[in-house]
């Protein structure tokens, strides 16, 4: 199964600042999804990336405030944007990968002060 | 709309016995369903999965059953461990236009008690 190496692995944030989430996969994948995961709830989809275009995001969720990077088929960017402390939160990054399931990264853990 | 249920949010097992986490569904086109494991601080992990042309798979101390006809499954855990206390999520994965997109539960939190 994919390995993913998800950075940084925690942050703490100043309320109006931006924050970038990277995520390395060992193999190359066509998809990757980012989830985000706040307290006391599911995981939710924010967008899925895709190499070479631009990412699909889902309702409730908009590139100015959630810009990805796909620029190749191992590494992707999610930038949390203008923050503040509703956007603290887990984010994951997974890759699609039929033979184990969903691989997760390890996750990001956001706190917004 | 919450296309994936877990309606029990937290169950409680003694050790060495069963531990079964439902999950019901309503959107018939999923065709994939995967259990994953959350530890505190943690990405969740996969744990097992089934495709909908079965209606069993087993790993090891644990077993997932899918019935299509009720848009339910579950997992079995025998026998319970205290190492098996986490959150357990079930997911649904459906073919469409963006891809293998993913539906998560709730989750359920285990307690396994030694």
């Known amino acids: 199964s994919a390995v993913i190496s998800q950075k940084p692995s925690r942050d703490i944030c100043q309320r109006g600042t931006s924050l970038t989430i990277q995520c390395q996969v060992d193999?190359?994948?066509?998809?990757m999804f980012w989830y985000r995961q706040q307290p006391g709830q599911s995981l939710t989809l924010i967008a899925t990336?895709?190499?070479?275009?631009?990412?699909?995001?889902e309702s409730g969720f908009v590139i100015d405030k959630f810009p990805i990077s796909r620029p190749n088929l191992t590494f992707s960017t999610l930038t949390v944007s203008n923050m503040s402390p509703e956007d603290s939160s887990i984010y994951l990054c997974s890759v699609d990968d039929r033979a184990d399931g969903y691989t997760f990264g390890s996750g990001t853990r956001l706190t917004v002060v | 709309d919450q296309q994936v249920k877990q309606n029990s949010p937290s169950l409680s097992v003694q050790e060495g016995r069963i531990s079964i986490l439902n999950c019901d569904y309503t959107?018939?086109?999923?065709?994939?369903f995967l259990w994953y494991k959350k530890y505190p601080a943690e990405g969740p992990t996969f744990l097992i999965s089934i495709s909908s042309i079965k209606d069993k798979n087993e790993d090891g101390r644990f077993t997932v059953f899918l019935n299509k006809s009720a848009k339910h499954l579950s997992l079995h855990i025998v026998p319970s461990q205290p190492g098996d206390s986490a959150v357990y999520f079930c997911?649904?994965?459906?073919?469409?236009?963006?891809?293998?997109?993913?539906?998560f539960g709730g989750g359920t939190r285990l307690m396994v008690k030694p």
């Open positions: 193999s190359q994948v066509t998809m």
């Open positions: 997911a649904a994965s459906a073919v469409d236009n963006a891809g293998n997109m993913l539906t």
């Open positions: 990336a895709n190499q070479g275009s631009e990412a699909t995001y």
């Open positions: 959107n018939s086109m999923f065709d994939y």
